[in-house]
């Protein structure tokens, strides 16, 4: 199967098993869970899900590990954006395209929409995870990675950082941690899905830093670049509220040499592993995408 192709098809499974994941019509709950599903279901690259199913795949670990945790970390994803979005926060209207979930159920409920993703992300590792030996290391990685060791550590860091001067070394912090910690997330539980070594684990940790620190400054580079029509939401926001960003620093050029640099180091992580093509053109799309 052609890499495109077999994007499409992983996402198409990732698709059916986080519908399944998030319960419909259940009494009393309807609002709540209309809003979970328009959050988490409507649309996005699912790159993380997907490298997690891929890495557990490679290392020859099974479906019924990797596919709990690939969906727990979309969720995860999901609310961040979510609450991202929120006028306290972003204040975007549009994402992927589409109103924000705020814009479209108001705030009290965009803010619930969001915890209860948050939440029944945990609840999908725990009960649906078919090995239950891998669940407290998972349970272990996602709840520091998602949390003050990784994702919200870089958020709350890059908001008190606006309108601030900071050093490179800090925005490769707020970096690594905003957006990269998900994604090495992502590369991490697929290993620990799969029963793989340590020195692998941390190989395929480290591969998940280097892609996520690249996809991040892609980003940056897409909200100067391209348009609102490609990426789905406001472009040119990071400038007007004072963002500190690698074309901010470096310019595009070189925050472009920058990502690919990531991304070859990241693949010589890969190379003994056998038939690892898709895992290498999943890492060169974080800089060929358009969005």
Known sequence: MEYPQLITTTRAELEEFLSGAIPQNQA?????????????????????GIITITVCRLLGGDDVNSFPVASAIEMIHAYSLVHD????????????????THKKYGEDIGILAGDALLTHAFWIIAAQTKDKTIVPQLIEDVALLSGIGGMVAGQINDIASENTEISLEKLNYIHRNKTGALIALSSKCGAVCAKASSSRIEALNLFGEKIGLAFQIMDDILDVTSTSEKMGKAVG??????????????GIEKSRQRAEDLISEAKELIVDIPNSGFLTYLADYVVNREN
């Open 237 to 250: 926001k990071d400038n007007d509220k004072g963002k500190n960003t690698y074309p901010k620093f470096l």
């Open 28 to 48: 009393y709950l309807q609002l709540l869970l209309e809003a979970m599903r328009y959050s988490v279901l409507g649309g996005g690259k699912r790159l993380r």
């Open 85 to 100: 979005d929120l006028p306290a926060m972003d204040n975007d209207d549009y994402r992927r395209g589409k109103l924000s």
